[in-house]
């Protein structure tokens, strides 16, 4: 099992920046395929991005392509989302997300476990 603990939203002007990260518990941190989700409100949750095990297969909501970067570093048990250019359709609450599987996948229902969240906001 893994505990994961997002931080790192605020509120920030569009066209600004934030960095999330996502802290794992636990020493098998290497063995998850890693994702990032947001919700809305009255919206579902939305796929955001995922990087597999090894940190060389990483994929983009096509919303966010371009604008936000993925990376996840072993030594740290740690993932993080670069968020660049944001718009105020980017404000949600962000979750990080992790799978027992191998390869990634854009479904909420593929991950595991679950951080708490935390917000972002983006004003226009």
Do not use: H
């Not at 990080?96 to 854009?106: G, P, Y």
């Amino acid at each position: 099992q893994v505990q994961l603990v997002e931080s790192g939203g605020g509120l920030v002007q569009a066209g600004g920046s934030l960095s999330l990260s996502c802290a794992a518990s636990g020493r098998t941190f290497s063995t998850y395929t890693m994702g990032w989700f947001r919700q809305a409100p009255g919206k579902d949750r939305e796929f955001v991005a995922a990087i597999d095990r090894s940190g060389s297969n990483i994929d983009f909501a096509d919303s966010v392509k371009g604008r936000f970067t993925m990376s996840r570093v072993y030594a740290k048990n740690t993932m993080y989302l670069q968020m660049n250019s944001l718009k105020s359709e980017d404000t949600a609450v962000y979750y990080c997300a992790a799978s027992r599987a191998s390869s990634i996948s854009s479904l909420p229902r593929w991950y595991d476990y679950w951080g708490q969240g935390t917000q972002v906001t983006v004003s226009s």
